[in-house]
């Protein structure tokens, strides 16, 4: 048992209490209608309508997030030049930005 600030925390208890709600769970489940069909229950119910293909639903992410893409054009066209692809060079500039970012947490820490 742990005692903290709001309580105290004891993990058989906690070992309990999920095995005692996964009980509840699986009894309630198993209540449930044993005549369940696949076919027409899965289909989505939309008054009566046919569902449309997905073809004909389906939002491309160049429609998604044209205004947000256009917007930043000059950003993605310079992050472009810069993508190499090389694991190398991405691992350089994750050393790099957090040795800066040490160095700066370093000195202010220090004033």
Same mark, same amino acid.
């Not at 009980?23 to 044993?34: E, F």
């Given at each position: 048992? #742990?005692?903290?600030? &709001? &309580?105290?925390?004891?993990? #058989?208890?906690?070992?309990?209490?999920? =095995?005692?709600?996964?009980?509840?769970?699986?009894? +309630?489940?198993?209540?449930?209608?044993?005549?369940?069909?696949?076919?027409?229950?899965?289909?989505?119910?939309?008054?009566?309508?046919?569902?449309?293909?997905? /073809?004909?639903?389906?939002?491309?992410?160049?429609?998604?997030?044209?205004?947000?893409? /256009?917007?930043?054009?000059?950003?993605? /066209?310079?992050?472009?030049?810069?993508?190499?692809?090389? +694991?190398?060079?991405?691992?350089?500039?994750?050393?790099?930005?957090?040795? =800066?970012?040490?160095?700066?947490?370093? #000195?202010?820490?220090?004033?």
């Amino acid at each position: 048992m #742990i005692k903290t600030v &709001g &309580g105290y925390w004891d993990p #058989i208890i906690w070992i309990i209490a999920f =095995i005692v709600i996964f009980i509840l769970a699986y009894m +309630i489940r198993a209540i449930g209608k044993k005549e369940y069909r696949k076919g027409e229950q899965i289909k989505p119910f939309l008054s009566g309508m046919e569902e449309p293909s997905k /073809e004909a639903v389906h939002i491309r992410a160049s429609n998604l997030y044209w205004g947000f893409v /256009e917007a930043l054009k000059s950003y993605y /066209e310079t992050m472009k030049k810069m993508h190499t692809g090389i +694991i190398n060079d991405y691992v350089a500039w994750f050393v790099g930005i957090t040795a =800066i970012i040490f160095i700066a947490v370093f #000195i202010v820490g220090i004033i």
